[in-house]
């Protein structure tokens, strides 16, 4: 049976939950990318965030500088009165979805969200898990892991999440799977923007009256995340943890910069490797422009939250 329809927070705000399912090193960043981006968005009702996350201590490990400080659970979540709600990926740790740690919370989630007709902006892993759970669409393993900034064109100038957008741009992307365009539009997807080279970026479908946003892109990103990423996961390779030197994030950095990270790649050892990469990576600069763009998409995805309040409280 169906649950009853979701209470908006109501009140002269929003509010926005922010499910953060990052590691522990990686939440704070995160939290505070989604603040900076809903504080830049065009909005004519203040947001408040509300914080929670599908981890729990165990999968987190110790907090001993209280990071979780703040944070609730997917049971503090469901008693909440919630105009919205953005759900993060994670790092994938299993080799297929069912099998993450995360999993049976996800699923709990997604079909929360639908039937009580809240949007909510699925990211990364957060988006295929969704899709996977709703319409049986499986992402598809890519040959290496692609990272970078890639043009994406707009593929629905109509569609009223789009609304203002330019015609094309920059996306940060940074994922090891992707999602089949042919099986979203069959499943009644509608494509935002797409990448010749990364793929869908961004798209969208009604749930149960609500409007789910999924972003296989990171619009949150600030300027130099990718360029940390590439450090973090060179220093995995380092250590052994990963079998596979990462490329260098694609159309995202200096020509000087780059080609120093090519030159460090191929011919430093690997005592020296890391350190002379960190001493690149604080002073390249970074291709940015994607930012703009982010708060105008989450712009209109307020409003349409704001223009359905009625509604929701009704």
Not at 170 to 180: A, F, I, K, T, V
Request: aromatic residues 6%; neutral net charge.
């Amino acid at each position: 049976m169906q649950a009853a329809p979701h209470a908006a927070a109501g009140g002269d705000h929003l509010v926005i939950g922010l499910v953060n399912n990052m590691s522990l090193r990686a939440m704070r960043t995160t939290e505070r990318q989604f603040r900076d981006l809903l504080a830049a968005a065009p909005c004519r009702l203040p947001v408040r965030l509300q914080l929670f996350t599908l981890h729990d201590d165990r999968q987190l490990g110790p907090a001993q500088d209280g990071t979780r400080e703040g944070y609730g659970s997917i049971e503090d979540l469901q008693a909440s009165r919630l105009d919205g709600l953005i759900v993060t990926g994670m790092e994938p740790r299993a080799p297929t979805l069912p099998e993450e740690p995360a999993w049976p919370n996800l699923t709990r989630l997604i079909d929360w969200a639908a039937e009580r007709g809240i949007a909510t902006v699925w990211s990364c892993l957060a988006a295929h898990a969704a899709v996977l759970h709703l319409d049986g669409i499986r992402r598809v393993k890519l040959p290496r892991k692609l990272s970078g900034l890639f043009e994406c064109a707009l593929a629905a100038a109509g569609h009223p999440l789009a609304s203002g957008c330019p015609t094309r741009w920059l996306c940060p992307h940074s994922r090891h799977n992707g999602l089949p365009e042919a099986g979203l539009r069959a499943a009644g997807y509608d494509i935002i923007s797409a990448s010749a080279e990364a793929g869908i970026d961004m798209f969208a479908r009604d749930a149960g009256g609500a409007r789910f946003l999924f972003c296989q892109g990171h619009p949150e990103y600030g300027p130099d995340v990718l360029m940390r990423e590439y450090v973090r996961d060179l220093r995995r390779y380092l250590d052994g943890e990963s079998a596979t030197l990462p490329d260098i994030p694609a159309h995202y950095l200096d020509r000087q910069a780059e080609q120093q990270l090519r030159r460090i790649a191929r011919e430093a050892d690997t005592d020296t490797m890391l350190a002379a990469t960190q001493a690149v990576a604080r002073g390249a600069a970074f291709v940015r422009g994607w930012q703009s763009v982010a708060s105008d998409i989450y712009g209109n995805w307020l409003a349409a939250i704001v223009a359905r309040r009625p509604v929701m409280a009704a």
